[in-house]
């Protein structure tokens, strides 16, 4: 299971959410860029900044939430730790 957070070109939006299939999370996303129903597709927050890898999905959900409580700023320290320039990461050449 996967906790990601997801980014607008500006970086002024996060979207931090939870899933099983990463590479395909990413592509549902994708396809909802623009759709105003739904909060990516509004915000058009489709670029990959930060993910974690979790044992399983009792924890993946538990750490989605945590990560949710969080400021702004403690999720910027979070994401910059892991990603400094806040590349857009592509997960078939990431290197971490």
Not at 10 to 16: A, Q
Request: glycine letters at 6%; one cysteine or more; aromatic letters at 12%.
């Amino acid at each position: 299971m996967y906790v990601y957070i997801l980014t607008n070109t500006t970086k002024t939006v996060l979207y931090i959410g939870v899933t099983n299939d990463l590479v395909c999370r990413l592509y549902e996303h994708s396809q909802s860029r623009g759709d105003t129903g739904k909060f990516t597709g509004r915000y058009q927050t489709d670029l990959l900044v930060y993910f974690e890898n979790c044992p399983d999905a009792t924890q993946a959900i538990a750490r989605e939430k945590q990560l949710k409580g969080w400021t702004r700023s403690k999720k910027d320290a979070l994401i910059t730790a892991f990603n400094p320039e806040w590349q857009c990461i592509d997960l078939e050449t990431w290197q971490g």
